[in-house]
């Protein structure tokens, strides 16, 4: 069983968050900080205060779950929430970030498992299928855009060591364990 430590009450804030209606979240992004050796409470600072987001800072953190390298998870945000994380898929996408720096590398073994389990007990709760987890870099008009009728990519968040289309299938196989991806809030 892993524990999502609902770390949400105790995060930084910068101002009041602005709210969604949850029932219209269809996606689940995979991020990650860019930042060797960050962790949530790093990234919440940065996200609050004057950040490539906002000159004036973003009401929250921008995600609604963070895992860290040892595997740890944490909720920072309700589903309520609406999360800074995407650009136009703020309000349909709910927010994981990887504390990785984004780089060739794989994140370690732990995290990434702890990514997999939390992303598929998301995805259970929210009735989607693995398809609808996404790398941020897998994005449409915010990952990559279309200029001159050639696609750009503008980024490679989770990074390149992540190989989204393993993620997903390990996704799909936790999705459907006996008994569930084995994720509660704690």
Known sequence: MRWVHDISSVLPRNREPELRDPRGIDT???HCTAMRGWNVWDTARYHTGPNHISPDGCPT????????????????????TRGWHAGPWNDRAIGVCLAHDGGDGP?????MSAAVDLCAWLARDLGLAAERVLGHRELEGTGWVVEEGVRVQRKECPGRGVD?????????LAI???????VEVA
Do not use: K
């Open 176 to 182: 459907e364990r006996p008994g569930g991806p084995g």
């Open 61 to 80: 953190i921008g995600y609604a779950y963070f895992v860290e390298r040892d595997g740890l998870l944490y909720r920072c945000l309700s589903r309520e």
């Open 164 to 172: 989204m289309d393993g993620f997903r299938r390990a996704v799909a």
């Open 28 to 30: 689940v992004v995979l």
């Open 107 to 111: 994140p370690p073994p732990e995290q």
